[in-house]
Nanobody, 115 residues
Framework: QVQLVESGGGLVQPGGSLRLSCAASGFTFRQAVMTWYRQAPGKGRELVAGGIGNYADSVKGRFTISRDNAKNTVYLQMNSLKPEDTAVYYC?????????????WGQGTQVTVSS
């Protein structure tokens, strides 16, 4: 079955860096569109980074999405972190299978930016 497992979250001071990973299985990873979303307390889920160079304005120049198709893993490198980046970060996969669109979510990983 499809699995998306995020890791790499944690507590970091403002200005610090974290790298999130999302390990995927159960589908043809190289054919999937992989996207990172986040949800802050009391707010809706928002797109952070996805596809090729698609970033939220609030993270442009600080966050970088990348993928390793050999490892079935997508990454989110987060630099110059701010307290407003505090959220649960989710990995999303979208792909076609037998002519039907499929979408899956990971369980999320908490990122807290605080001094």
């Amino acid at each position: 079955q499809v699995q998306l497992v995020e890791s790499g979250g944690g507590l970091v001071q403002p200005g610090g860096s974290l790298r999130l990973s999302c390990a995927a299985s159960g589908f043809t990873f190289r054919q999937a569109v992989m996207t990172w979303y986040r949800q802050a307390p009391g707010k809706g889920r928002e797109l952070v980074a996805g596809g090729i160079g698609n970033y939220a304005d609030s993270v442009k120049g600080r966050f970088t999405i990348s993928r390793d198709n050999a490892k079935n893993t997508v990454y989110l490198q987060m630099n110059s972190l701010k307290p407003e980046d505090t959220a649960v970060y989710y990995c999303n996969a979208q792909f076609m299978h037998w002519g039907r669109s499929n979408e899956y979510w990971g369980q999320g990983t908490q990122v807290t930016v605080s001094s």
